[in-house]
Every structure is written in C-alpha cells, then in structure tokens.
C-alpha cells in the first residue's frame, strides 16, 4: 500500500468519527435545512464522489474473474440492473454487472472487454429503462464513474479527459483491500431516497429519451456482436404511479421493439407488468431486494 493511500486511509478514519459525531448532534437540530447545511459543511470523503463507486465496480470484477469459467449469464445497465437482478435467485452460474448510471455505451463497452475472459458466456441480459435511449455517463453529473471503468477495464470515453490525477486516485484506492460476499455481482439496498416526486422523476428520464444525440448505435453494436450467444432486451418494472403518469409502452419503447423484431432479439416487457405492486420497490423505478427476486423467478421460467 503506498505512502499516500495510507495517508488517506487515516483520514477516511477521521471522516467516519467525525460522522458519527455530526450525526448525533443533528439529533438536536430541529430543522431539515439547518441538519443539511451542517452535514455540507463538516462532511466530506477524502475521495471525493469516486470512493463508493469505484470499489462497488471494482469487488464486482473481483468476483467475476474469479468465476470467470463458469459463467454463462451477464446483466448490464443502470441502477435498474444493479437493484433489480438477483443473480443469486436467477442461477448460480450467472452474474450482475449493473451499476449506477450505467449507459449503453458503457454497458457495451464493458461486455466487449470482458467476452473473451468468459470460455462460458451464453446469454446477454441487457437492462433498459424510459432514459436509456439518450443517457450518457460521461456527460452527466455522476461522469466521475467513467474513471472507475477507464482505470479498471480499459473503457475509453471521448468526452471525457482521465488526468494525471485522475489516475493517482483511482491507484492508491485500488490499493485497498476489500472484502466482499460472494453475491454474483448482487448487492442490493435497504434504503434509496427519492429527492424528486414522481412526475419530476418522469420528466427527467424523458428528457433524456427525448434527445437528438443519443446511444442507440450502441445497441446496434449488443446486436451485432452477439450473435453467437442470445442476447435479451429487458424493459424494467416501475411502480402503478409511474407508469400511469409516464406515456404508454409503445410510445417509449417501440421503435426499441421494432430494431428488435427486425433482428429477431427477444426481449421482455416487465414495463406493464401490474405483478410489481408498491412493496416491491424502493422508489418509484428501483426494485427492493424482494422485487429482484420476483423479477428473477419471472425472468428464468420465462426462458
């Protein structure tokens, strides 16, 4: 571990005892406004946004290769993906590679570095959501992810510069070591809060659907470099008050189901699917961990 990282580690000790005493004393603030202002000020990683992200990617490739021989299914996407398949529950030889903010061209761009490391690999599971069409990472506020991917698979992104310390951070994080659970790349959560109501959640994945310059060249590539393994579109669950609020299924995904038939690529409509009631999400878009399950099941007597 290098001199800097140890620094750093130490001061990761302090950030988590100087969190703890923030917290509590936000016991006594009686304001929301005032516990936030507090926590902006006094609260800060070391790391900076990088931390959690970049280690959440970096135990998911830990656990793939080293079950890279006998893996036979991948799930790429977004958050939607990360939260919503239980890979445990779909099939001990299949793993999640979905993580937060994940676009097309970094779910791609991942599966084609990572194909030729899994002897195995049958089958594709692709994760699409209402704001998939026109995402990108890498001009987002989350874009800070692309360095996790640049530095740990390679993946190059043209909007994005990876400086000098760029690099030094993503190198002295790397030199921690991490302990995981072996979850075939599933590590769901408790608890998400939704800052945003419903229809301002809507609003802003359609803004994202509705751009000119989008990633739909990217799911060209899934479909023609896939060909000698089954690759699957799958639309994911939201909660009844979203889908009454957002436009119709075949408003939103059609022309992704036309591409699709047009090249004989199965894909799944869990969009419509009222069997994902309230208690099985988190938020209005994000399953929980028993609604994971649910999609699963769903998912693996489906094929």
Known sequence: MTKF?????????????????????????????????????????????????????????????????????????SSHAAFGFDTLEFGANSFNLGSNSQ??????????????????????????????????????????????????????YDELDFSDKDKKDCTDLDSIHIKYKQTNGFHPVKKL?????????????????????????????????????????VFMPVNDEYRKLAPSFADIFGEICKIADEHNIKYFNFYDDTDFIDTDFLDCDHLNQSGAKKLSQKLKEML
């Open 5 to 77: 990282c140890k620094i750093h580690l130490n001061q990761m000790t302090i950030f988590y005892i100087k969190r703890f005493i923030i917290k509590f004393i936000c016991l006594f603030i009686p304001k929301k406004k005032w516990r936030k202002a507090i926590r902006n000020k006094f609260l800060g990683n070391p790391f900076g946004n990088l931390y959690d992200q970049f280690l959440e990617i970096k135990k998911k490739k830990q656990e793939l290769y080293k079950k890279k021989e006998n893996i036979e299914s991948i799930f790429l996407g």
């Open 103 to 156: 676009d097309l061209y970094t779910s791609y761009q991942l599966y084609n570095k990572i194909k030729d490391d899994l002897p195995n690999l049958k089958n594709i599971f692709l994760s699409y959501s209402v704001f998939s069409k026109g995402w990108c990472l890498a001009k987002a506020d989350a874009k800070h992810i692309c360095h996790s991917y640049k530095y740990l698979y390679d993946i190059d």
């Open 193 to 233: 809060k939704l800052h945003q109501t419903v229809k301002e959640r809507i609003e802003g994945h359609l803004k994202s659907h509705n751009r000119t310059i989008n990633q739909l060249s990217e799911l060209y590539n899934f479909i023609n470099q896939t060909k000698d393994k089954n690759f699957y579109i």
